[in-house]
């Protein structure tokens, strides 16, 4: 069975940077498009990035423009999302997630498979 474990989160002042990562384990990781989403207390899960097994990829602009970088390293069966110039409105608990498939999904639904999420909290 596919498992996603997150890690990297912490706290980090405004201005500063993190880099979260993700392994995959229990299946081919290069069947799976991988993710990055978000939920801060008291909103919807957000769409943060996303990338296909070629490396193509895909971000949410309007949060994350330029700051934000997502990767993936297949030989190690990991996903990352490297976090410059963090804001307190970054402040959130960030998931990693896996599709089987080459498409890009930006919305939470298809995604099979979920890690547990690492809280990222940025002080101001």
């Known amino acids: 069975q596919v498992q996603l474990v997150e890690s990297g989160g912490g706290l980090v002042q405004a201005g500063g940077s993190l880099r979260l990562s993700c392994a995959l384990s229990?299946?081919?990781?290069?069947?799976?498009?991988m993710a990055w989403f978000r939920q801060a207390p008291g909103k919807e899960r957000e769409f943060i990035a996303a990338?296909?097994?070629?490396?193509?990829?895909?971000y949410n602009f309007d949060s994350v423009r330029g700051r934000f970088t997502i990767s993936r390293d297949n030989a190690k069966n990991t996903v990352s999302l490297q976090m410059t110039s963090l804001k307190a409105e970054d402040t959130a608990v960030y998931y990693c997630?896996?599709?089987?498939?080459?498409?890009?999904?930006?919305?939470?639904?298809?995604?099979?498979?979920w890690g547990q999420g690492t809280q990222v909290t940025v002080s101001s």
């Open positions: 229990g299946g081919p990781f290069n069947w799976y498009s």
């Open positions: 990338i296909r097994p070629s490396g193509t990829l895909t």
């Open positions: 997630a896996a599709n089987a498939g080459l498409q890009l999904r930006t919305s939470a639904d298809p995604y099979d498979y």
